[in-house]
T-cell receptor
Framework: GNSVTQMEGPVTLSEEAFLTINCTYT??????LFWYVQYPGEGLQLLLK???ADDKGSNKGFEATYRKETTSFHLEKGSVQVSDSAVYFC???????????WGAGTKLIIKP | KAGVTQTPRYLIKTRGQQVTLSCSPI?????VSWYQQTPGQGLQFLFE???????NKGNFPGRFSGRQFSNSRSEMNVSTLELGDSALYLC?????????????FGPGTRLTVT
């Protein structure tokens, strides 16, 4: 079945550091890939998405590229801020099961 | 426009009881999905409703059920509660079914079973 694996957290970085959160997937059909973010005390919200191979999703300085050859969708940001501290979830849906499958979530802590 | 609302926000029940949770989607959204979030299992898909029809269901026992009304509001019901049902239950609404379009999440209902 479809699945998503993302790096365990917490990930602790200093402000202005480079961020990578790894996400790999297994899927049948043609998956669409997503990153959702949950800020402290707030609900989940979509950060970015990509719907086909080689697409790059971007938002708020975050980027992720849909790599079919490596079945990956790693999240990156060049310079993180304290306000980026949150839990980040990688997810996929596909035309084989039509439901969002979630990674375990990665807690990101940015220290000033 | 108003976001997704869920009621109640917190609930304490005892084993064997049943519970009903409510979700009001964003106006114009016809898809409502329900998720269970726990520290151990993470986010798990329960079911999705679109235009009053259950479109998809996750791997949960039949004690978990739901419905959607003509105004797109949705309810989920859990019967014969077990301790393991303690979780944050999230509702999300979207324009399209199947998870392909952006899902807008409510704040969740925190259910504690004692």
């Amino acid at each position: 079945g479809n699945s998503v694996t993302q790096m365990e957290g917490p990930v602790t970085l200093s402000e202005e550091a480079f961020l990578t959160i790894n996400c790999t997937y297994t899927a049948t059909g043609y998956p669409s890939l997503f990153w959702y973010v949950q800020y402290p005390g707030e609900g989940l919200q979509l950060l970015l998405k990509a719907t086909k191979a080689d697409d790059k999703g971007s938002n708020k300085g975050f980027e992720a590229t849909y790599r079919k050859e490596t079945t990956s969708f790693h999240l990156e940001k060049g310079s993180v801020q304290v306000s980026d501290s949150a839990v980040y979830f990688c997810a996929l849906t596909s035309d084989s099961n039509y439901q969002l499958i979630w990674g375990a979530g990665t807690k990101l802590i940015i220290k000033p | 426009k108003a976001g997704v609302t869920q009621t109640p926000r917190y609930l304490i029940k005892t084993r064997g009881q049943q519970v009903t949770l409510s979700c009001s989607p964003i106006s114009g959204h016809r898809s409502v999905s329900w998720y269970q979030q726990t520290p151990g299992q993470g986010l798990q898909f329960l079911f999705e409703y679109f235009s009053e029809t259950q479109r998809n269901k996750g791997n949960f026992p039949g004690r978990f059920s739901g419905r959607q009304f003509s105004n797109s509001r949705s309810e989920m019901n859990v019967s014969t509660l077990e301790l393991g049902d303690s979780a944050l239950y999230l509702c999300a609404s979207s324009l399209q079914a199947g998870g392909f379009s952006e899902q807008y999440f409510g704040p969740g209902t925190r259910l504690t079973v004692t």
